[in-house]
Structure formats: C-alpha cells, structure tokens
C-alpha cells in the first residue's frame, strides 16, 4: 500500500506511468492493427507484420537498432492516413481491445495514487490518438505522448514532431514539474523499459514494472522496487471508482512543448481531464 494521503500544504505530487507492459499487458499502437486493417488504413500484410512485432516486444527481443528500423517502416505506413478516422477507429474499439488487457496491479496503484491525491500521469511512446483515449479510460490527469505532423489536409505527413522517447520522457516529467508545482522528490513514476531510466531517476519513488533485462539490472543496482504485474482485468469488474466515468485525459502537449504520433506509429520507436482541478 501506498502512504498516506498527500499534505497539501506541501508542494503537488503526480505518479508517472509508462503505458505498454507497464500499465497494459501488450503495445497499445499494436493491439489495435486489425481494427486499423478493417477500416482500410493497412492491408494483410502489414497485419501480420504488426502481428509479428507484437510477438517481439512481448517477448522483449527488440533491440534499439531493430525497433528505430521499424520506426521508419511505419513512419512511411502511416503517411497519409486520415487523423480523425484513425481517431474514430481507436474511439469505436477502445473498450472491446484495451480494457480486458488492463493491469489489475497497475489499475489499483493509479486508484491508490488518486486516493492520496496525488495526479496521475501517463508518459508514453506510443501515439497520442492511442495514448488520449487510454487515459481517459484510466482517468488520467494528463497525457504525455509522441505527436506525428498533421498536414493543412487532416492527414499524417509522416514526420515526427515530438518523440516521447527516452531521455525527452525526462525532460516531459521535468516540464511537468515546472508547470504544474510537482515536487520530484516525492513523485512516483513506473516503467518497465530500460529506455525509462532517466524518467524513473527523475523522481524521488521509481519502480520496475515487469523489467527487461536491462532494467532489472539498472534496478538491481539503483536499489528500486521491481514488481510482477501479471493479472489484466477489465475496469468495470473491479471497484467501484472505475465504474464512474474517467476524468478526461489532458495532453501536456504546451508543456513539452509537442504538437498529433499515429496510433500505430510509435511502438516501435520504444519498448516502448480537462486540466485537473488546481489544489
């Protein structure tokens, strides 16, 4: 169990998530290539290549080299796809593929982190257009995630502009901080990505979440908390909090300074409500 409830006398606190493996059981951007095949955005093969690439980053075989090819390879896939309907696609098959494959652990340490009043943030690679919708389902505070180019015509140019990606994931927290009076010291932040090292020693309470092998070691080293979150189950079955509607997700896009990654964008790249209410 988490300490007790924040002293708001105190500077503000937030708990940081990263998103794939850390607070789901698989990619996010992944997860959601059939639904992208169906709404003609992809064809089979593509499919079955995202299909195989899942397989990878479950299995966290992927090394820097590999996943940075595959970021090219979908950064040329998504040029062109139309913003809204890749948004519409995500809106209509959020709950049917993402909420059976929620962590039950990770699902109840953002609970206990909003008990004790402190924000919840999710940090991640993977797209916005994917990375929103799951933090609203959470009920995130807010949202930090790769944004792509949107041309004057609604569509992905293909050209990243802000790659939520190793150390600027730091430099998002750090930002964040700024911004919104976190006190780091006290924070707490979750990853399961070695990638992740510079967010998790960004804050004073960093925890491994489901290690690769190389943040185990960093973890072992550093003396940090790793934990086994094994048990994915949907929302809706757990207590009564996750039943009431999420608060909606708010993109700390102004304070990264960021600007829209495809859905299926960004897994590759990494091993990866409205505001909340002032104190």
């Not at 992927?62 to 090819?69: G, I, K, L, S, V």
């Not at 994917?130 to 180019?149: C, K, Q, S, Y």
Request: contains cysteine.
């Amino acid at each position: 169990m988490l300490c007790l409830v924040e002293n708001h006398s105190l500077p503000r606190t937030a708990a940081f998530f990263d998103l794939d493996k850390t607070v789901i059981a698989k990619s996010s951007t992944l997860t959601f290539s059939k639904s992208f095949y169906q709404g003609g955005l992809i064809n089979r093969r593509a499919v079955l290549r995202t299909a195989y690439a899942q397989f990878v980053f479950l299995a966290g075989g992927a090394d820097h080299d590999q996943m940075e090819r595959m970021r090219e390879y979908l950064s040329a896939l998504c040029k062109g796809w139309n913003v809204q309907q890749v948004k519409e696609i995500v809106a209509e098959t959020l709950h049917d593929l993402i909420d059976p494959i929620i962590y039950d652990e990770a699902a109840t340490l953002i609970e206990e982190h909003r008990t004790a009043g402190r924000d919840v943030v999710i940090v991640s690679t993977s797209g916005a257009e994917v990375v929103e919708p799951i933090g609203e389902l959470l009920g995130a505070d807010r949202v930090v995630a790769t944004r792509m180019v949107v041309g004057d015509d609604g569509c992905f140019t293909g050209e990243v502009e802000y790659y939520a990606y190793g150390p600027t994931k730091a430099e998002a927290v750090q930002a964040l901080a700024v911004s919104e009076g976190y006190d780091l010291s006290r924070c707490y932040a979750y990853s399961d990505s070695a990638t992740d090292v510079p967010m998790l020693a960004a804050v004073g309470h960093p925890h491994a979440v489901n290690p690769d092998r190389a943040l185990r070691r960093e973890a072992a080293l550093r003396e940090w908390p790793i934990l086994v979150f094994n048990r994915p189950v949907r929302l809706k079955q757990r207590l009564p909090a996750f039943s009431m509607p999420p608060r909606p997700a708010l993109v700390a896009a102004a304070a990264v300074g960021a600007a829209a990654v495809t859905a299926g964008l960004v897994w590759y790249t990494s091993r990866r409500r409205a505001a909340a209410t002032t104190a």
